[in-house]
């Protein structure tokens, strides 16, 4: 199988790549840059892509997207949010529109973003999506992904909650100094996943033609965020007493990040996996720190 992916020297595109080549299919990255480069493929900014791009490529792999938690959110960098995701989509599924030898698959990485702050209902992929920036940007995003079901391809979201791993070097240092502790009233539902589950269900998202549609990508345990403070104290043997208040947390992040990222609440459940007898390589949280800290 020859599969293009957006976004491969990512974490999970780097991840994914050597699984894929290991197993005999082909990867055809496609790196952002433009015309000038030989070896750019693609610029979703200015809607240029390269002649031939996806030509013979049997599933499209969409995981390009500016970083949801690098930085504040200002309207420059809320804009390349977007664009990054929803421009980079369109221009994929116009290019393929154009096509007579179409790829199969179109699968696209997603978020919980989705669901919204939702307290303690509990979230399914048939649950309603939410309010917010990060609601509005994944409905956009998967919208124009859907697109490629017009032109005959499979389409399939992964709604990957939070990766332990793209936190923890943030967190780690006042953690091991004995400072960390749970954020604002700790009672939020933190949707977790291990990078080992999140690209074997990526994998299964491409490779299995049964699949469609949203997935939620995230652990089975369901956990707030003082048991995650818990968890993390637990496997790095330190105290966590120290908590940070919300405001505290906005006034570090701004607001509206705060709200959406560290204060949101998100019971997210991964119904369709669990229906289908999914086998998680880690089952609760505590589980899965070990590999995620030794990435470090």
């Keep these: 199988m020859r599969i293009a992916i957006t976004g491969s020297s990512g974490m999970v595109g780097s991840a994914l790549r050597p699984r894929f080549e290991a197993a005999g299919h082909e990867i055809q990255p496609l790196r ?5 480069n030989p070896d750019a493929a693609w610029n979703p900014a200015t809607g240029w892509i390269r002649d031939g791009a996806l030509e013979g490529v049997d599933v499209v792999l969409h995981l390009a997207g500016a970083s949801i938690g690098d930085g504040r959110w200002s309207a420059a960098y809320k804009e390349e949010m977007r664009s990054s995701r929803i421009d980079g989509a369109r221009l994929l599924v116009e290019t393929i529109r154009g096509m007579t ?3 199969k698959a179109f699968v696209t990485s997603s978020a919980v973003g989705f669901y919204g702050d939702r307290g303690e209902e509990r979230l399914t992929e048939e649950s309603s999506r939410g309010a917010g920036f990060l609601a509005d940007l994944v409905v956009d995003w998967e919208a124009e992904a859907a697109r490629a079901e017009e032109l005959g391809l499979r389409v399939a979201m ?3 909650g939070v990766v332990p791993r793209s936190l923890l070097p943030q967190l780690i240092t006042p953690f091991k100094f004995g400072l960390g502790g749970k954020i604002g009233s700790g009672n939020q539902y933190f949707p977790w996943v291990g990078l080992e589950d999140l690209v074997r269900i990526y ?3 491409v490779l299995d033609d049964a699949i469609s549609g949203p ?3 995230v652990g089975p345990q369901e956990i707030t965020n003082a048991g995650f403070t818990k968890d993390l104290g637990s496997a790095i043997s330190r105290p966590t007493v120290f908590p940070l208040p919300g405001f505290m947390l906005k006034l570090i992040m701004g607001g509206e990040k705060a709200e959406e990222t560290g204060l949101v609440s998100q019971r997210v459940v991964p119904q369709r996996l669990t229906e289908a007898g999914w086998e998680f390589t880690a089952t609760t949280l505590a589980e899965a720190l070990p590999a ?5």
Aim: charged residues 30%; without cysteine.
């Design 32 to 36: 952002h840059g433009d015309d000038s």
């Design 101 to 103: 030898e179409r790829p």
């Design 158 to 160: 992964v709604r990957s």
């Design 203 to 205: 994998e299964h998202a």
């Design 215 to 217: 997935i939620n990508a």
């Design 292 to 296: 995620e800290l030794a990435a470090l």
